[in-house]
């Protein structure tokens, strides 16, 4: 094939040049030493540098391939020259340094898995040399920073990776082991959403990664949108805002299952003390809006630990007050009922003392269910009431072992600052923190980190990112069946260490929430993390079959690596088989001599990123998949505030 070329050969084309060179000098001693016409020499001059140039040409371009082998190293922008570049196209996002992936690298990386690349590298002194000239660290020369340089190197001209900010809406995936530069790469996203009118950037990172909050701050001061920044870190309390991730609903049985994934497993599948969790959760749920009240964490678990009597007690009041037409003299039956329940003197007589509640409950109930069964008031029930009733005619003993587990996690998310975080009271004049919900915060375009301090408690912080993940698909819900809140604002949703938090919610988010003008990136390590919080394989792959954009840092997972590979796809690879053979024979004479030589040239379909390569990455670099299948190769630099 007249289009292959082994790119890491011998630059032969260097020695014609020299050759013609040669002929340039003798050519012009000859004219000069000899009385002959100047002008034939001219034209013979002037046709060797012709030849001259073109080998030289294309001997710089394949030192310049292998000179490019030695990489590049680690890069740092600040947030003004980020802003810069970003405002040339302003319908472009900026994803760092770097190069198209083409099938020609695919072969280039092919070949030079035959070769040691750092035989190519030039001298350490010509590197020092190019690193003051250009202003770029050379990979090569950083020991200390694991990966292959050469990888980025199979191309010698980086361009600025652009792609159209549209394409966040189709969802984007992170990849890459522990310190590969996630965070890094997460930062420069970040940064030029915050940039970005009428938005709204919400970042839940697990981990609480102190540099990717200064981060934000930093980018939300050089946007002028300073105050519009907020955090919510369970480690600073003191300093965090207070949301209530019971605040939005569709359907109140999504408070239940929020509080109740305190206690479900790590793959997310239920049990039955976590499905009696949730009927007791719901059940006071109901309660609460019986009444009036909103439910909140603080609630639940007042009730769950000091029992279901006394809100049972306001939902008979309220029902019986909201059916008063139905029922005029429920007052009176309810005495009467009450009184029936009233233990009696022994000599048979009423006491004088004040009914128990224990027997003002009893009668209650006794009355509710008299009426219920009176075939003119089948139909007057009460779903809060029934729900409560049925917790309190639970057996104790029982209702303690299957909330055994419950109730001190619950405690963990109401106790201490944590209460006033997670169930915040508006009416608290003296807590100057601001009381707020996911839905408010997205209407007031803030920019948002939140910190779960995982490090400390993982189930605890798991529990609030999904608890905060369903929050946000109850928005994502609203804006799109009821268009609350503005319908240009744009919802920008970062979740590091994704796998820590992942819920159905947030499979639903990236599957349906794209017309609510969501736009969702997550980063995760590996994806067993996902198949392990989800609890099977197949789950796992419906969340990821929602992300069109695939980022690949460095990975050491086979499953991820073969995922990865997967998603970029095969190209061809040409490789050249030489074949030489020499014969002698004493047929002829005794010195006859024979040989031959072949070549062939085949061509096999193999990964566009050989698999192993992943592994190699260097720290801060990638390969991706964007925008339907377009393959890039980049870098991306650390963000600073002016220097490093």
Known sequence: MSAYEMPWRTTFEFYASLAWLAAIVLLGIISYAVALPIAPFLYMMAIASVFFFINIKKSWRIWSLKFA?????????????????????????????????????????????????????????????????????????????????WIHGVEPDEIDLMMPFDNLIGNTLILGTTRCGKTRMLDVLISQCIERKKTAVIVIDPKGDNDMEENMRRSANAAGRGKKFCKFHLAFPGDSIRIDPMKNYNNVTELASRASALIQGESGTADPFAAFAWDVSNSINLGLLEVGEKPNLLKLRQYIEGGVGPLLARCFAAFYQKKEKEVPDWKQKQRDYISRCIKRNPDGSMPTREPLDKEIMFGNIMMYEAIYRSSELRDMRSEAVEALMNIFKHDVTHYGKMLANFKPELAKLTTGELAALLSPDPTDITDPRLATDMMSLINSESIVYIGLNALADKTVAGAIGSMLLSDLAACAASRYNFGAGDPDLRIYLFVDESAQVVNDPYIQILNMAGGSNFANVAATQTIPDFTARLGSEDKARVMLGNFNNLFALRSKDRTTQDFITETFGEAYVYSLQTTKGTNSTTEQNVSHFGGGISERMSETLEEKFPVELLGMLPNWQYIASISGGRLIKGRVPIITSGGH
């Not at 072969?107 to 003051?132: G, H, N, T, V």
């Open 69 to 149: 082998l030695s990489g590049i190293g680690i890069a740092f922008l600040t947030t003004e020259s980020l802003r810069e570049r970003i405002a040339i196209d302003k319908s472009k996002i900026w994803l760092g340094y770097g190069f198209e992936w083409l099938p020609v690298h695919t072969q280039r990386i092919y070949e030079m898995k035959k070769l040691d690349a750092s035989s190519f590298y030039p001298p350490e002194f010509f590197l020092r040399i190019k690193e003051k000239m250009t202003g770029k660290m050379v990979g090569s020369l950083n020991k200390d920073v694991p990966g292959a340089p």
